[in-house]
């Protein structure tokens, strides 16, 4: 059960790529023993993904524009 709250509790920076390799080891070998810690890597990689995918609508470049003077007015 501590291998399983730690993995989860490390799951975002796992998917982020931000631990060491010795964690991240330890980690995948923990998802290839316990299915409920790949089914929430699982959902959390799929969940991302979809993020990843769907939500690419750009900004109008008035609205840059707009958002760059206020933050130039600003400093």
Do not use: W
Not at 3 to 29: P, S, V
Not at 34 to 59: G, H, K, M, Q, Y
């Amino acid at each position: 059960m501590a291998d399983c709250n730690k993995t989860l509790q490390e799951l975002y920076q796992f998917l982020d790529g931000q631990l060491t390799d010795g964690d991240r080891a330890h980690i995948a070998h923990h998802l290839d023993e316990c299915s409920p810690c790949l089914e929430a890597f699982d959902f959390e990689a799929e969940l991302r993904a979809v993020i990843r995918n769907r939500c690419t609508d750009t900004v109008p470049e008035s609205l840059r524009q707009r958002i760059a003077q206020a933050i130039e007015a600003e400093g």
